[in-house]
């Protein structure tokens, strides 16, 4: 059985398999098939989607196949990831849904689906699914209407923002700040920039007319340049760049210097335990992150808990440390206590509380973290052989290891959807690590590489 979901759900190509029509109409109906056979009732699924063009005819692909086994759609219409994740909490409703490929290009979507506890769904539940998907299992239908339906997307929209707003901004002022926010032409174009207004910001926004093409199309936070220069323009106090979807947010201080995710976790973590929030004195990170975040948290006396990369991993190790603080360097930040769903419009508000209950300037609160160069390469390989498996390259990673000496970090993984070899190295040398990238990506292929 093929596998279609991934860590942040199913994705590909919209118009093309899995993300046809009918395998998506296949995947409503399955999910609400399951989720009717464990609870006995008609279940209730929260559907959002981003601002690409394939995001409506997806939706009411995957609306068909819920009502074709009973069960129940509300519809948000366009609003972020975690706004999903929030909506379907609170409701409650069995499952939310949501209808988007993040950060990826317009042609691409995806379907990523959510518990009520604001997490993904369970590993079984996707089988069951994929199981339905491989034996058709679920013929067409026309849909029944739906009765009573209580909530129109604008109303539930509502919610969300009114969350953002009183909830988690309820104490905050940002009259002394000037802010550029660039979102991505996706999914909180409508509402962060007015968000921040409402809160007393002087608000420039950018990208944030979205026409189904153009979502992260040189723009949000895989695209930061043109905010870095809108920043410096503008003198701006903060850049906030959103993806697509909004679950991830990247800043930009007053003097255009890239903010990523580690650096946010350090600004957060200091603050957090400056005032006892942080829990245990624990930071959940990912493999990937810079070993200067690290560093610079072990010098304020937290430890810093890595997993594999995924913000799912991320959460698992939250919910099992109990920790109160984890993320991405890609800007995918979780606050456990708030949401299970990475927000990064909570990201940005949270950071704006930092700066201005000590007064500080961005660049102020980042300073004291030190980056380490890191170099990232990849392999293409014709099979993913255990790498301890191959004697010539564990020597060669031991006598790298000791030569970095405790002053940075090796990584090898094989790629979870391609046949890629990973190799990362941080230290203090640039040019060191480079050449030790260098060595092992040459003996990883000759050794497994394609010729």
Known sequence: MKKLFGTDGMRGQAGAFPLDAATVQTTGASLAAHLKEKSGRAPVIVVGRDTRESGEWLEEAFTKGVRCVGGICYSAGVITTPGVAFLTRIIPAEAGVVISASHNEYRDNGIKIFSPSGQKIDEQTESLIEADIEAQRFPSKSAP?????????????????????????????????????????????????????????????????????????????????????????????????????????????????????????????????????????????????????????RSIGVELLRTDVGDKYVLDELLRSGATLGGEQSGHIIFPKVSLAGDGIITALFLLSAMTQQDLSLSDLVRRMERYPQILVNVKVREKVPFVEIPRLSRLVSSIEEALNGRGRLLLRYSGTEFLARIMIEGPDEAEIKLFADEIAQLIENCIGIS
């Not at 950018?206 to 340049?225: K, V």
């Not at 200091?270 to 948290?297: C, D, H, K, P």
């Open 145 to 297: 209407s739906d009765k009573g339906i209580p909530f129109s997307p604008a109303e539930l929209q509502r919610k969300y923002f009114h969350f953002l707003l009183n909830d988690i901004g309820g104490d905050l002022s940002l009259s002394d700040l000037t802010l550029v926010v660039d979102c991505a032409n996706g999914a909180a174009s409508a509402f962060a920039p007015q968000l921040f207004e409402l809160l007393g910001a002087r608000t420039t926004a950018i990208n944030c007319n979205p026409n189904g093409t153009n979502i992260n199309r040189e723009c949000g936070s895989l695209h930061i340049t043109g905010l870095q220069t809108a920043v410096k323009d503008s003198g701006a106090d903060v850049g906030i760049a959103f993806d697509g979807d909004a679950d991830r947010a990247l800043f930009v201080d007053e003097q255009g210097n890239v903010v990523d995710g580690d650096a946010t976790l350090w600004v957060l973590a200091n603050y957090m335990q400056r005032r006892g929030e942080l829990a245990n004195s624990t930071v959940v990170a990912t493999v990937m992150s810079n070993i200067g975040l690290e560093l610079a948290l």
